[in-house]
């Protein structure tokens, strides 16, 4: 969720989107997690962030491809069920495809940027440099932002079941035009990076060409976008996650039904994997931020925060491919429509496997997700 790339002030270009910029009059923010140094660093510098340097180049590269890889497939599978046996989409539906579409184009940017890591140079057009930039930022935002309106369908449908997010008679233009709005959020909050990035020759040891946002009022930006990420991308959909599970669990566990330990878990699941996943990248962030007002200026927390970089934002790349199974395969209808996909393209390996079915779910496809478990639960037992 949340996922952009930063700077801070001195020598060395660190994460993806994390920098410590070449002292140049602009503000850049270098969209590599290893960089050169420039000549006349200290040795030890020198010496501390060629290991860095080493080091990012063969375990973004590693880790990127393995995130892409693994998601690629779960989020596609997402996808190909939910297009091959779609009835007219409910929201959770409806938020559960554009997931998956979010998740996807985050994916899409990793092998660039893995290409990027492994080489130190950007290898690509100008244009690419906009183009991976804006895939990653708008998969980063949009898959935060769906989560969100996930969160609150759940809390409308369970807690105010009077009311809804989407009138019924307009539940298919309302839920497209509310999906839209949030893809524009998505943009409006993506945008900064976008324009602002280029390619530029860093001037180097190495002479590398780099894909970086440049901006021209330093410190202004710097903090807005670091303030951003941690509001954005962690205070807000951490804060309606704890607010709406706390009213929908005590609602669901007042239900006479077996299936309601099966949702409180996977609410409590859904927190605490968003939590576990985003923290450590948000405490980094915020420490950048700090850094970037003028606090934690020694070199040893410029070369800590580097490293550290690397480590948190892969582990917060790996929620986007958790995404399809704590969202979608949690679902028994979700998962027998699966296996018949896998049955139809490979009779020979699954044509032995069996699904289990159930009356509720031979009746409506809308059921597999897990908002829509939790909302038909409560509409049978007339809470």
Avoid at 28 to 38: A, G, I, Q, R, V
Avoid at 100 to 112: C, G, N, T
């Amino acid at each position: 969720m949340p996922y952009t790339r930063h700077s801070t002030s001195t020598t060395t270009t660190v994460n993806r989107r994390h920098t410590i910029p070449e002292p140049t009059e602009y503000e850049t923010e270098d969209y590599s997690d290893y960089d050169s140094l420039k000549q006349g660093d200290y040795e030890s510098q020198v010496c501390n962030n060629s290991n860095v340097m080493d080091f990012s180049q063969v375990f973004l590269p590693t880790v990127y491809s393995i995130v892409f890889i693994v998601g690629f497939i779960g989020n596609g599978l997402v996808l190909c069920v939910l297009v091959k046996y779609h009835k007219p989409f409910n929201m959770s539906d409806l938020c559960l495809f554009n997931l998956a579409i979010s998740d996807l184009l985050f994916l899409i940017s990793l092998p660039f940027w893995a290409d990027y890591a492994a080489n130190s140079n950007w290898a690509f057009p100008e244009f690419m440099c906009h183009a991976v930039t804006a895939l990653y930022m708008l998969g980063f935002y949009g898959s935060i932002f769906f989560m969100i309106l996930m969160t609150v369908d759940r809390y409308a449908v369970i807690v105010h079941t009077s009311t809804s997010l989407i009138p019924k008679h307009r539940s298919v233009r309302a839920s497209i035009a509310l999906a839209l709005f949030v893809w524009t959020l998505s943009l409006g909050a993506s945008l900064p990076n976008i324009i602002f990035s280029k390619v530029k020759n860093t001037g180097t040891l190495e002479n590398a060409t780099k894909c970086m946002v440049e901006y021209s009022e330093r410190k202004v930006w710097k903090s807005f976008h670091y303030t951003q990420l941690n509001i954005l991308g962690f205070i807000i959909p951490l804060s309606v996650m704890l607010f709406c599970y706390s009213r929908i669990i005590p609602i669901l566990m007042t239900m006479q039904s077996q299936k309601k330990h099966k949702a409180v878990r996977l609410m409590v699941v859904l927190v605490t994997v968003f939590f576990l996943f985003w923290t450590p990248y948000n405490i980094v962030i915020f420490l950048k931020l700090l850094q970037e007002l003028g606090y934690m200026t020694s070199h040893h927390c410029y070369q800590d925060l580097h490293m550290a970089i690397q480590w948190v934002e892969s582990i917060a790349f790996c929620h986007c491919c958790l995404n399809p199974i704590i969202y979608a395969f949690v679902g028994q209808k979700f998962r027998n429509l699966f296996l018949k996909i896998l049955k139809e393209w490979f009779p020979l390996c699954f044509g032995h496997c069996t699904t289990v079915e159930s009356k509720s779910s031979e009746r409506t496809t809308s059921k597999y997700s897990h908002a829509s478990m939790i909302s038909s639960t409560k509409a049978k037992l007339k809470v």
